[in-house]
Structure formats: structure tokens, C-alpha cells
């Protein structure tokens, strides 16, 4: 008998595809972790006490009920969008899935670089056809002529994060709104990052334009843990979606502590605040250092670029030997690095060490 052979069984796209690495953080050395964008600010003592009231009883020997009332009221207010028009992902990451795995194998998947990572990871496993759209050079804008560049012939979808990950900054809306007039065109903005920005949500467009959705998550202002994220759009796309949302995608401790945590928003208003105080702090103090170039930034990170790439091996060796971890990217970006703003204490960690590498360079 032959043996058992995974390719007669599992798509090529999977099976090219590498794992996602997560970076793994031994608890017990006091990494520096700056790497994932998340929140490094915990919960009051206070706060945790009233959220430990609150979900002591839910109800976890049902299944998830994600039509509670409460809790699509307190979104509906919070967003001002009706519940008509969004869905729950397990994180934002899963919606993305959630989009990609609903479209047509003819729609090309048009995706910026550098952007987040899982819109093509994700598009590739769909076998859709992902394009790369390289952002320019100096600001890491959009090409203005963007349309010229995608192919004309399929009806395409786009990805915006907003502000984008890594860079930082935002896409200029007027090519946005250029492309949502396009009714070949399907537009995700992904505003995980927004809560940094002080930009406009692109929420506020949903009744004009029936090729848009949004993307939300409460993973970037501390509440990573959780997974939650909202998809957003028109009635038309919203229903497609929903038909292949898994029913109980979110679990019912999730579903419970995100209604506790918008009434209780405060805590991440002031988190939120301290985090671009802090960006500010951090982007001053590493710009002035001669080793490296830093970027701008809307959101709660800021990129980095060695200026003489003959440090990185000396760069990286530094971060291990000192347990700083921080992301670094490949296919042409060996050279950036993307540092998550953390608290005062741990940003000012941050400093003194790379002031350290500087002077022994
Ligand atoms: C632009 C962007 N979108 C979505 C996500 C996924 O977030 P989550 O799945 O935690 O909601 C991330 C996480 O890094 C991100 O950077």
C-alpha cells in the first residue's frame, strides 16, 4: 500500500505557505516586548476588581449569545452604526479571512507594501490573485495614479490599513475616495490603528458608499487578549458575510467583557492619550540618534531604518543579548524595524539601550 501523502490531500497554496511566527517571550527573563503593537498599560486595581464582578456569571456552560441586546446597543452607540450593518471577528484578523474567503477567484486582491501581513498571507490560502502595490519611496503615500497600476481587467479589492502598518502614516483619502467611486472596486479600510490618529473614521462614508467596509479591533488600546473585531458595511455586503461568519465565532468571556469595557471606556481613553504622549517622547528622543532614521508615525509604533546596513548583525545581536524584542521584516526590509511606543518606563528602557549601541559603534 502507499504511503499517506499530505499533497493528495492539502492545496499547493497551503501547503507553500510558512507558519506565522509568533515571537515567544520567556516570562521569567523581563523581556523588553515592544514587537506586536499591543497596549502594555494593565488594568487598575480598581477597574480589574469591577470587571472580575462583572463577568463572574456569565453563562459559560451555553453557547455565546453575540445578539445580546446590551451589547449590540452599547456598539450601536459607540459607533453610531446600526447592528444592521456589522458583524464580530475573532480579532480583525479573522474578518479578513472572512472577506477573502466570500470573494470570487476573478477579483484581484490589490495589497500595499509594505502593510500588514495577512491580507496576503490570507488572500494566498483563498488562491486569489494578490497584487503588490508598492508604496512610494519618500513617504510611503499610494501612487496617485494607482488605478493605472492595478489590473483594469478584474473587478478589484483593496486593502488600506489606516494608519498603515508599519509605516505609520496615513494614505492620502482623496486616492481612497477616487477609488470608492469605482464601482469595479471594493475598498477594506482597516482602522485598527485610528484610535492614535486622530483622523476621521472612514465610518462616517458607509451610507454613500455600498463598495466599502470597515474593519475595528480593540487590540491595539489593550485588550489584545480578548480578540474581538468588527466588520463593518452597506446592507448588501454585510449580508453576504454574515452567511459565512461561523455562528459562535467570539466566546461568551469575550462577548461579556466587551461590554463591560465600553461602559467603562475611560480607562483606554487615558491609555490612548499616554500612548501618543508617549510616541512624541520617544520619536524626539531616538530621531537625534546617528545610527538609525525614524519615521513619523499615527499610530502606536514607529519604523525604523539602520542607516548603514553593515549594522545589522551587530544591531540584532545588541536586541538578543538584551533581551529587546522588536519587529523586523523581510523581502527587502531587513533593514526596518517597527518599535511598539510602551509606557514611559519601558520606552526610556528603550532609549538608554540604544543610546548604549550608539556609542559602541
Ligand atoms: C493593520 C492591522 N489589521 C488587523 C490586525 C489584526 O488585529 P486583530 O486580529 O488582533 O484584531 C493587525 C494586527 O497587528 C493590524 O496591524
Known sequence: MSSFNTDDFIKDSVRKLKAYQVNEVDAHKKALKLDANESNYILGKNIKKKYADYIKNTLINLYPDPNSKNLLKSIEKFYGISSKNFIFGNGSDEL???????LNK?????????SFSMYEIIAKYNDLNAKIIRLNDENFDLPANIESVVDKNTKNLYFFSYPNNPTGNHFDRKIIYGLLENKNNLVVVDEAYIFFSGEKSFLNELTKYENLIVLKTFSKIGLAGLRFGLLFSGDKLI????????????????LSSIEFFLKNFDEF??????????RKVLYEKLSVLPFIKVYRSDANFLLIKLNDEKNKIKFDNFLNGNNIIIRNFTGGMEIYYRITVGTA?????????????????
Open 96 to 102: 479578513i479571512s472572512i472577506i477573502l474567503l466570500s
Open 345 to 361: 518606563k519601558e520606552n526610556k528602557k528603550l532609549v538608554d539601550y540604544f543610546i548604549e549601541f550608539s556609542k559602541n559603534l
Open 239 to 254: 449580508n453576504e458575510f454574515k452567511k459565512i461568519k461561523l455562528p459562535y465565532n467570539i466566546n461568551s468571556l469575550t
Open 269 to 278: 481613553e487615558k491609555n490612548i492619550k499616554k500612548t501618543v504622549k508617549q
Open 106 to 114: 476573478s477579483v484581484t486582491v490589490n495589497i500595499p507594501a509594505p
